[in-house]
């Protein structure tokens, strides 16, 4: 059995899976190496629940995103696409939507920048708070339909 988890290590841990939706390269942040095993910890999920229900992402949080969306660089996806020998955990795929690899080579389709610019623009057109908080309502009430064990907590 590992080391035991400090609260410290369980917090971080927690902040860097709701930032990157990565277990394994959250669990790197803390020196661990199997984020998966960590997400199975009941302490760790409780945790996450939790930070889901209290930091909800503010406005400046999605707008930040969907700028690294449709500015973001796709050279992590080229250099798997090109067989690249790097450790999974150092290669940043969030702009990746789908992915096939098979012995014939690798099938990779990027998110539509064009849309996260639309989104993006339209959001910081609307200049109020009024639609992004509607949607983050949204979102929650979503997540809390859902339930602990039945999909609730992962839309945030």
């Not at 917090?11 to 390269?25: A, H, Q, T, V």
């Not at 955990?89 to 610019?117: C, F, P, W």
């Amino acid at each position: 059995m590992g080391k035991k988890l400090t609260g410290a290590e369980r917090d971080r841990f927690c902040r860097e899976f709701l930032i990157s939706m990565d277990p394994n390269r959250a669990a790197k942040s803390i020196g661990r190496a199997d984020g998966y095993a960590l997400l199975r910890k009941s302490e760790v999920a409780e945790r996450l629940k939790w930070m889901r229900r209290m930091e909800l992402p503010t406005r400046q949080d999605i707008l930040r995103r969907l700028g690294q969306m449709a500015f973001g660089r796709v050279s992590d996806a080229a250099k798997l696409a090109s067989r690249e020998l790097v450790e999974a955990g150092e290669l940043d795929l969030s702009d990746v939507a789908e992915l096939k690899i098979t012995d014939k080579g690798t099938e990779m389709k990027l998110i539509d920048r064009v849309q996260a610019l639309e989104t993006l623009w339209g959001l910081l057109e609307e200049g109020g708070e009024d639609g992004m908080e509607r949607f983050l309502q949204a979102l929650k009430t979503e997540d809390e339909k859902e339930g602990p064990g039945r999909g609730g907590g992962a839309v945030l």
